[in-house]
């Protein structure tokens, strides 16, 4: 009985290539498998029937070189209240419409809760314009 010795010889640089495509496919593999398992069953029923992302939502305005922030507090799917903050004096002498025309803006707003077909007076048009337009920027940042 003879016993015959086989010798087998592997290059190292084979056997390093063929390692590292191994640990590559397994990487993939795990990343796929988190990706497809990662957006079943994690969205609660507020997060996918909600309008808003809900918290405060600021909007710039310049009136005469003075800027004031316009603040839009939402929920998940009304709007909960208008108001400025950081806003001087002068504004609001200079400006006398802007507290009246946010305040029946607010109510329109808060019942569609949108800007879409608001009424405003005529006496107010362009106080009522510029408001509008942060009211509009600051809901954008707040709709998911």
Known sequence: MSSSTKIVVFKLKELVIAGVLAVLAVILLVLFIIHVTSGIGNKTDEQTLGTF??????????????????????????????????????????????SSSLKALEDQVKQKGSTDEITYSADAKYTSLVLINAIDTALDKARK
Do not use: C, F, H
């Open 53 to 98: 992302n809900p918290g405060i939502y600021t909007a710039s305005i310049m009136l005469s070189g003075n800027t004031m922030d316009l603040e839009v507090t939402v929920d998940s799917d009304n709007v909960k209240s208008i108001r400025l903050v950081n806003t001087e004096e002068t504004i609001q002498t200079m400006y006398p419409l802007i």
